[in-house]
Structures are given as C-alpha cells and as structure tokens.
C-alpha cells in the first residue's frame, strides 16, 4: 500500500525566514513519482515539482528548492526566504505511475507573517 | 498548457435534490479522469476513476450508487450526487489524464454545499 505522511500540521514563519516542509513516503513499488502541490485558500491546486524515483538530484527553481532521499523514503520541500504570498497548504503527493491516481499526504498549512 | 475546468465552481443546494458536477479537459484529450473530495481542513481522498467508454471504478467506501460518473467523451466527465445530504458537502476535485503523456492536470474544484 502506498502511503505519503506530512508530520507538520501547521507551521508559522516571519517573513524572510527560511522554512522546511517534510514528505515521507511509504510504497513497494520500483518506479514512483512524487509531487509537491500548492493549495491557496481559493482552493486551486498549484502544481509544483514532479520527481521520478530514478531521478535522486535535488531540484532548485527559485526560492524552492526540494531535497529527495530515497534511503529515508524523503522528498523536502525548502522555502527560502519565505514571503506573505507563500501561506498557503502544502501537499505532497506520490503516484504508483504516470497517469495513476495520486496518494495525498495529509497537507501542511504553513503561514507567513508580515 | 493543458487547462482542466470544473463547473460549477461553486453550488449550494437542498438537501435531497442532485446536483451534477462537469469536469473538462479543454485542449488534450484525456482517457482517464478522476475525483477526488477533500473536506474542510483535510487531505484530498479519491473517490473513484473513470475511463472513457467505461464504467468508474469506485474507492472502498465511495456509494456508487450515490456518486454517479459518467466519462462520456475524452474530453468530458461528470460526477452527480443524488439526493445530497449536509455530509456531502465538500470540496470535489478532478484530474485529467492526457493521453499522450499520462500526465496528469487538476481542474480548480467544485465547492458543494448542501443545506
């Protein structure tokens, strides 16, 4: 069975401040995919990073950056430099393949305070 | 980029009456699609998946005969929920699979609100 845990219900940061959202994944499978999405409070998800299992780099776009470690079963998400604008809730997200449902992790609400 | 839209995107209703959700691919098309309900401060659950041309296949737990999903064309699905009650009241979500890619796009979601 495939599982995604998100141990950080809620987070609060300052703006400015640095944030790490954590993502552990449990499946048997070989081949995976991972994701990370942004869900404002209009409700919309935002898509994010995809990440094949085979594909171990860390990824940096922006003030993003994401940290995959297939040996703790573990896809980070780092804001840097956090803004107003990031408060939203996080999830992440991991599918058996390439247009197979998606398992959701529980979602992390992060705010950024002025 | 491939554009998935829900209408609508907002419907409140009383509780026993249906109300039909349509969710479109708008520039691919897409043999499979899926819905997903995510309930206030919860994660996104996935009901059931439909492929075109065929019968959806329902997630333990989901009543078929409540959520019915009818996938007519590649480009086009909808959910009905019959004789709604205040429980379905929820956020309803759906994806699309393109088909070239597998790749898949989530329209922007339905808010459900039953009375």
């Known amino acids: 069975a495939q599982k995604v845990t998100q141990a950080q219900t809620e987070i609060s940061v300052v703006e400015k401040e640095d944030v790490t959202l954590d993502c552990v994944y449990e499946?048997?499978?070989?081949?995976?995919?991972l994701f990370w999405y942004k869900q404002p409070p209009s409700g919309e998800l935002v898509f994010l990073i995809r990440?094949?299992?085979?594909?171990?780099q860390n990824e940096i776009s922006g003030r993003y950056s994401w940290n995959f470690q297939k040996s703790t079963s573990s896809f980070n998400f780092t804001i840097t430099a956090s803004q107003v604008v990031d408060s939203a809730v996080y999830f992440c997200a991991l599918s058996r393949n390439y247009g197979q449902n998606f398992v959701f992790g529980p979602g992390t609400r992060l705010s950024v305070l002025p | 980029g491939a554009v998935v839209s829900q209408h609508p995107s907002r419907v409140i209703c009383k509780s026993g009456t249906s109300v039909k959700i349509e969710c479109r691919s708008l520039d691919f098309q897409a043999t499979t699609m899926f819905w997903y309900r995510q309930f206030p401060k919860q994660s996104l659950m996935l009901m059931a998946t439909s492929n075109e041309g065929s019968k959806a296949t329902y997630e333990q737990g989901v009543e078929k005969d409540k959520f019915l999903i009818n996938h007519a064309s590649l480009t086009l699905s909808t959910l009905t929920v019959t004789s709604a009650h205040p429980e379905d009241s929820s956020f309803y979500i759906c994806?699309?699979?393109?088909?070239?890619?597998?790749?898949?796009?989530f329209g922007p979601g339905t808010r459900l609100t039953v009375l």
């Open positions: 990440r094949n299992s085979f594909d171990e």
């Open positions: 499946t048997r499978d070989t081949t995976y995919y």
């Open positions: 994806s699309a699979s393109w088909a070239q890619t597998n790749e898949q796009f």
